[in-house]
DNA sequence: GTGCACATGTAATGTGTTACATGATTAT
DNA sequence: ATAATCATGTAACACATTACATGTGCAC
């Protein structure tokens, strides 16, 4: 059993959503707020027959006994295994280590929970993003403000404040986020 | 002359500030707010070996004509030639490419402009960041508005939201940053 | 009928990851 | 003595990037 990359979570997530073909996939990738995955068809085709051969994604004209034209568009739909493992992947609990390093990863499972898991998830998720991210926060800002006090307006410092910002920015929108999933979960 | 990877620069500017061995840049890797970067043995001593081949660092123990044993300590500084292409890279413009894909790389450029470029590059950089950075947010924000009309408590759409609220917070950052590096200056 | 967007694919290349290997030095 | 840390390295592997190749269908 090997390890599934995130692009490959990604593309489980849109073909969840709806199913549809490696092109469309790649518009998708290119044109929306998901730019941060590569459209390029060297990543998303070899991506896809990764998943096909897992048996997670299926091509819908396989049906067809006929010798298939590769130049043909094809459609791929989640199978009930590749739904499988997508909402296990986006139940998995959040780690102090993808807190600090796999930051895209966190956010793109939390993005795909609605309509996979119920919105308890959403919450207990943010719940958890939140106290993992203020420790690591804090541990930063420990860092920082020494830093600070020797070189106020070096550079690398104020570099290392808007990460820092950035964090923090994360945790008001966690804690705002969970406030309006826990009212409309009661 | 091929490309250069954020690491290979990450490497450099840790060597302009003090030449030290690759372990001692694994620690670095390891254990401060750098720790995106990997600390593993098999990125870092082949990118300070592919560095070395360019002329970009140098061992200082090279002068030395017996075998070096392999299992020694080696210190690395960086050439004149290192310097001119670290320099170089800093002092690139900001383009909406990087300000959209290539965030990590903006900020290891901006943290590595003290001593190394005048302020007044970096108050530039700034001023092209922030420029960039709106324009892409405006983007965004568009789309983002569209969606929240529809899904207002969509987990899609709060990570949507997350992201924007971060970029808002680096362009906070950024305007308070330029203001205090521009007082400096005068 | 020429050009463009659609649509899928392969091949070469380079890099990061993981795991392993080796030996020196320091601390207990 | 022996364990941990220092310190550097190699090898197998997988993945992303880039560039290229191929052909369809539509618009003008």
Redesign the interface.
């Known amino acids: 059993m090997q390890t599934t990359t995130t692009l490959e979570y990604a593309l489980l997530g849109l073909l969840r959503q709806k199913a549809q073909s490696g092109y469309d996939l790649r518009k998708t990738f290119a044109t ?2 998901m ?2 995955y590569s459209d390029s068809p060297g990543s998303i085709y070899p991506a896809l027959r990764r998943l096909e051969a897992r048996g997670w994604i299926a091509d819908r004209g396989e049906a067809s006994t006929e010798p298939r034209d590769p130049r043909k568009r094809r459609i791929f739909a989640l199978t009930e295994a590749g739904l499988k493992a997508l909402v296990a992947w986006i139940g998995e609990p959040v780690t102090r280590d993808e807190v ?2 796999r930051e895209a990863a966190l ?2 499972r ?5 309509g996979n898991v119920p919105r308890s998830v ?1 919450c207990r998720f943010l719940a958890d993003f939140e106290r993992e991210k203020a420790a690591y926060v804090a541990e ?1 800002r420990a ?2 403000e020494e830093m600070r006090s020797k ?1 106020p ?4 410092v ?6 820092i ?2 964090m ?3 945790l008001s ?2 804690r705002s ?1 969970r406030a ?2 826990a009212e ?1 979960v009661s």
Do not use: K, N, P
């Not at 939390?110 to 609605?114: H, Q």
């Not at 307006?153 to 690398?156: A, I, Q, V």
């Not at 104020?158 to 990460?163: D, I, R, T």
């Open positions: 929306t707020a730019r941060h600090v390093l956010m793109l939390f993005a795909y929970m609605d959403a930063l860092q920082f070189f307006l070096h550079t690398g104020l570099a290392f404040q808007s990460g910002e950035q923090e920015a994360q929108w966690a986020a309006r999933l409309s």
